[in-house]
């Protein structure tokens, strides 16, 4: 089993700046893919960014330019850091991991645009 749990989230302005960290823990050894979600009030769950073990990153075209993805192996944990933030980024803000082609969620963040 693995246990997400985000944090980070919160009001921020439009052109504002937010760092979302999740931090992975219980049988963590063989995660392969870190990946961020976002669901907006009355909206399907969204892609926003993956990366690999090995460091590769994929960004949804939404926010590319903006979002950027990073992982610390050593502590276990994932970051969105997301640079000019846009009203329409409010939303809640999931983690997942995928191991041995079993999917697991964090409970999400939540971002809201303050303007």
């Known amino acids: 089993q693995v246990q997400l749990v985000e944090s980070g989230g919160g009001l921020v302005q439009a052109g504002g700046s937010l760092r979302l960290s999740c931090a992975a823990s219980?049988?963590?050894?063989?995660?392969?893919?870190m990946s961020w979600y976002r669901q907006a009030p009355g909206k399907q769950r969204e892609f926003v960014a993956t990366?690999?073990?090995?460091?590769?990153?994929n960004i949804a075209g939404s926010v590319k330019g903006r979002f950027t993805i990073s992982r610390d192996n050593a502590k276990n944990t994932v970051y969105l850091q997301m640079n000019s933030l846009k009203p329409e980024d409010t939303a809640v803000y999931y983690c997942?991991?995928?191991?041995?082609?079993?999917?697991?969620w964090g409970k999400g963040t939540q971002v809201t645009d303050s303007s």
């Open positions: 990366i690999t073990s090995g460091g590769t990153t």
């Open positions: 997942a991991a995928v191991m041995n082609a079993n999917w697991y």
């Open positions: 219980g049988s963590i050894f063989s995660i392969n893919t």
